[in-house]
């Protein structure tokens, strides 16, 4: 079965290899959306068998403040999913954070369209509260294997494997949010540079790493991705 680009309105494509070692298969234009729905379905049609087709999605994270300290993490997901037109399968709810006699706040990840519509609006109403949302600032590329930065996991070039680490003191045994060591940062202590910081946090600069992929691997290997110009950018 093949793919005719002119019967889905498609014109010449944009293809290279995506941050994970897949195939990347862009589609350009202010309508590419809907178009690169369209291929990927077809893709799926074709090479069902042979390789597998992605459609990736655009992703953007707020912080809703003002938080109720009954409101749990479904319940926050339900709300944000109602008002930004999305699924709750969407939305990530990363961590509440509790204030002593004060609000809470969470970090969630969704939809570039769902968060768009939550920040025009400006506020959500979670259960008997109106929370304020606010976009964060986009993170680079983060290796979750290394912790470094420029690469994903699926292509670390090989350094240490510090997975298992807490992000607060840099040592092993035990997660971040309940430690109270001086903050270390094993990633920049490693590389040399201050590292009286939390990894990952604002002040956390290590030196940006290339990700790596096996030289006999052929481009994209079984993986393609079919994506919009703005999920491609």
Not at 13 to 41: C, F, N, Y
Not at 88 to 110: D, F, K, M, T, Y
Not at 178 to 192: E, L, P, Q, W
Request: aromatic content about 2%; proline content about 6%.
């Amino acid at each position: 079965m093949s793919v005719d680009l002119k019967e889905l309105g498609i014109g010449p494509l944009r293809i290279r290899q995506s941050a994970t070692g897949a195939r990347l298969i862009e589609v350009p234009g202010s309508t590419s959306g809907e178009k690169a729905d369209a291929l990927a379905a077809r893709l799926k049609e074709a090479l069902a068998e042979e390789v597998e087709v992605f459609r990736p999605e655009k992703k953007a994270e707020l912080r809703i403040s003002g938080l109720s300290d009954a409101v749990s993490s479904e319940r926050l997901a339900i709300a944000v999913a109602k008002e930004g037109g999305c699924s709750i399968g969407q939305v990530l709810v990363r961590n509440i954070r509790a204030v002593q006699r004060g609000p809470g706040s969470a970090h969630i990840e969704l939809p570039a369209a769902a968060a768009k519509k939550l920040l025009q609006a400006g506020s959500i109403a979670v259960g008997w509260t109106k929370a304020s949302v606010h976009l964060l600032q986009a993170r680079p590329r983060h290796c979750y294997r290394c912790l470094g930065l420029g690469h994903v996991a699926s292509a670390c070039p090989g350094g240490t494997d510090r997975s298992t680490l807490c992000y607060g003191c840099g040592q092993s045994g035990h997660k971040a949010a309940g430690c109270s060591a001086a903050a270390h940062c094993a990633v920049c202590a490693d590389a040399g540079r201050p590292a009286d910081h939390v990894m990952g946090g604002i002040a956390c600069k290590p030196p940006s790493t290339r990700g790596k992929f096996p030289p006999q691997t052929p481009l994209g290997g079984n993986r393609v991705m079919a994506a919009d110009a703005e999920i491609a950018e």
